[in-house]
């Protein structure tokens, strides 16, 4: 992950959930960066999925028809 530039910000977190993580010694400022980066690409991985669903699908009816391209080729 490319860090650019940092802003410090309140999100509200259950307090035993935080006092746990403090408990186990957790950066808690840097998993709550992880866990919002990793929600991030799934949420644009979603979309990009709605956003080419109708090409995925032609692709798929295409090797459905056809079969892989250049299959031949392939040893396994």
């Given at each position: 992950?490319?860090?650019?530039?940092?802003?410090?910000?309140?999100?509200?977190?259950?307090?035993?959930?935080?006092?746990?993580?403090?408990?186990?010694?957790?950066?808690?400022a840097r998993a709550a960066e992880d866990g919002i980066a990793r929600a991030v690409k799934?949420?644009?991985?979603?979309?990009?999925?709605?956003?080419?669903?109708?090409?995925?699908?032609?692709?798929?009816?295409?090797?459905?028809?056809?079969?892989?391209?250049?299959?031949?080729?392939?040893?396994?």
């Amino acid at each position: 992950m490319v860090q650019t530039g940092r802003k410090k910000g309140e999100v509200p977190i259950d307090s035993r959930l935080l006092a746990e993580a403090n408990d186990l010694k957790l950066d808690v400022a840097r998993a709550a960066e992880d866990g919002i980066a990793r929600a991030v690409k799934a949420e644009k991985e979603r979309l990009w999925r709605i956003e080419n669903a109708e090409a995925i699908a032609a692709a798929n009816d295409y090797v459905e028809k056809h079969g892989l391209p250049l299959a031949k080729y392939r040893l396994f």
